[in-house]
């Protein structure tokens, strides 16, 4: 039989699991969306040749 004093403890116990469980999912989820960068180092062929003095422009491409 649960004594009145019983079930208390054991909701406290369940809400700071689930203040816990907040908290570690919040803090995990702000790695997301955090900044990215890329580098590419090689060399650009036209027609057989270099290419000299020419940007390239890298693109996130998210679309699966």
Do not use: E, N
């Not at 009145?4 to 908290?23: D, E, N, R, W």
């Not at 702000?30 to 422009?57: E, Y």
């Amino acid at each position: 039989m649960w004594t009145f004093g019983a079930i208390c403890t054991c909701v406290h116990v369940m809400l700071k699991l689930l203040v816990l469980c907040t908290v570690v999912c919040s803090v995990s989820s702000l790695g997301l969306g955090r900044t990215q960068s890329s580098g590419v180092k090689g060399r650009l062929i036209c027609d057989g040749k270099p290419a000299a003095g020419v940007t390239v422009k890298l693109y996130d491409d998210d679309r699966g």
